[in-house]
């Protein structure tokens, strides 16, 4: 039983260290792409 909880606990983990990548890379392009776009214009 112990097992299955840290293993949910893991999961969760890494999730949200997936969502928290997926999320920074997004706005990061984001980022990136309007300087970018200022620049060209």
Do not use: D, P, T
């Not at 983990?13 to 214009?41: P, T």
Request: aromatic fraction near 18%; hydrophobic fraction near 35%.
């Amino acid at each position: 039983m112990k097992n299955l909880s840290n293993n949910v606990i893991k999961s969760i983990r890494g999730k949200e260290k997936i969502a928290y990548e997926s999320f920074f890379y997004n706005f990061k392009e984001h980022y990136v792409g309007k300087l970018v776009w200022r620049c060209n214009k």
